[in-house]
């Protein structure tokens, strides 16, 4: 599979203090990478490097084989779906008109956008007869997330970035929400970057784990493997999955 994204020794700092330090790291056409790690380690900071929201110090983003210095950054986010916490649904839009934002942006004729929004609905399990015309305040903070992954869905993007999309939710939510999200990225055959600090998470919708540790990649393995990894960072994340007071 071709490379959607390419990153080379990226680097950011803010006042001499170094954030990202020389982070490679490629995701394939369809493939999620997770991207794990403890608060601070520089997994957001990457995602919006990649949309261009911080630009780097140094090295290189590549998206679609082309630098993203050299992209118009409206056209580059457009190609970029995003799925944040808490959604950041427009409040006093519809349901409707959240998810065909960036249709309207696009110029979509109105009954394309409609049956486009309505097809991605009906996808994350919202029946539109039902909730299309709802706002979001009206929606339980699952309905909220699936609208979110609809909305990034919508203009068909290569790319899906993922900040911690699950996290408010509750824990039997979260894991419907986290099985949802792998088989609408194999039907969509989307790649995503992923950002989570919940191995679980990580094992369930990664296709590879990328192991952050202060602002450095640690690892790169698919799940198995990790689950195998020796670093003392992979291990830390590993015992969390024990039971309390240790395995039986």
């Not at 118009?72 to 959604?87: E, F, K, N």
């Amino acid at each position: 599979m071709a490379n959607i994204l390419e990153i080379r020794d990226l680097c950011y700092a803010i006042e001499g203090r170094p954030i990202l330090r020389g982070v490679t790291l490629d995701v394939a056409e369809g493939e999620t990478v997770a991207l794990l790690g403890r608060s601070g380690s520089g997994k957001t900071t990457l995602l919006k490097m990649v949309n261009r929201l911080l630009h780097p110090n140094g090295g290189e983003i590549r998206f679609e084989g082309k630098s993203s210095a050299d992209w118009d950054p409206i056209r580059l986010r457009r190609r970029m779906g995003y799925v944040i916490q808490d959604a950041g649904l427009f409040p006093h839009w519809t349901v409707e008109a959240n998810v065909g934002l960036v249709l309207k942006l696009e110029n979509w004729p109105p009954s394309d956008a409609r049956r486009r929004v309505e097809m991605l609905l009906d996808m994350v399990g919202l029946l539109p007869d039902e909730f299309a015309g709802r706002y979001p305040r009206q929606l339980s903070g699952g309905q909220k997330q699936r609208v979110g992954i609809a909305r990034a869905l919508a203009a068909d993007p290569p790319l899906l970035l993922m900040d911690e999309p699950f996290a408010a939710l509750d824990p039997i939510t979260r894991f419907e929400m986290q099985r949802q999200f792998v088989e609408l990225r194999r039907s969509f055959h989307k790649a995503a970057l992923f950002v989570t600090h919940d191995v679980r998470e990580a094992l369930t919708v990664g296709s590879r784990i990328a192991l952050f540790q202060d602002g450095a990649l640690d690892l790169v393995l698919p799940p198995a493997e990790f689950l195998r990894a020796g670093t003392p960072e992979a291990r830390a994340f590993l015992a969390s999955l024990e039971p309390a007071g240790g395995p039986s």
